[in-house]
């Protein structure tokens, strides 16, 4: 749930097609990014864990195993390997489709505020910024056997006015450190939470 943050959203035109694809690697090297104020200083960069686009995996191998079929059941049939194939670039679009809404979905940290920026196909973004000297409580935790394996979890920002679920994070307990130090930083007072949950698949 999201209540009380400002958003933005980036119509669907191409024209808007610079402005939709934030950098992340650039975001880090140069700690600039598309309305930053003059006296904005960029904290640190993060985003969630690749298996927020599973979905994508999935998308790139259904495809691919059923044009396969075929191929397997007459393999001396070269045109239904040509099949199999076309199975395969079909998915790699489809997966390269969630892979543009995972890499350019975003969170940014500055000393003002905390920015999330969420790609959703090619041309469609919006953005969801919260004051730092907003934020009262984050907390985290971990769901299961899978997501302590791999390193993700789900990370909770109380402010004044409703909370910011942030799922699948790529390491959750980092990013929650770093961003009680930039509360702190800024002024901010909050409620250590150092507990977080590790429920067994």
């Known amino acids: 749930m999201r209540t009380g943050s400002a958003r933005h959203d980036v ?3 191409p024209l ?10 650039e975001i880090i090297m140069t700690n600039q990014f598309e309305g930053q104020h003059d006296d904005e200083e960029v904290q640190f960069v993060f985003r969630r864990h690749p298996v927020a686009m599973r979905k994508g995996f999935y998308f790139l191998l259904i495809p691919f195993v059923v044009a396969s079929v075929p191929f397997l059941l ?16 079909f998915g790699v679009v489809l997966f390269f489709y969630h892979w543009i809404g995972w890499y350019f979905s975003i969170f940014v940290v500055t000393n003002v505020r905390l920015r999330q920026v969420t790609q959703r196909g ?10 730092i000297s907003k934020i009262q409580n984050i907390s985290y935790n971990v769901p299961g ?48 939470n150092t507990d977080y949950e590790e429920a067994t698949e």
């Open 11 to 13: 119509p669907a035109d």
């Open 16 to 25: 808007t097609k610079k402005v939709a694809t934030v950098c992340y690697n």
């Open 74 to 89: 007459w393999p001396d049939n070269l045109n239904l390997f040509w099949l199999a194939m076309a199975g395969l670039a």
């Open 122 to 131: 090619f041309f469609n973004k919006s953005v969801i910024d919260v004051g």
């Open 145 to 192: 056997f899978s997501a302590a394996v791999l390193g993700y979890g789900t990370l909770v920002v109380q402010t004044y006015v409703g909370d910011l679920v942030l799922d699948r994070i790529q390491h959750p307990g980092k990013i929650y450190n770093e961003l009680q130090k930039a509360v702190h930083a800024a002024g901010g007072e909050t409620e250590l």
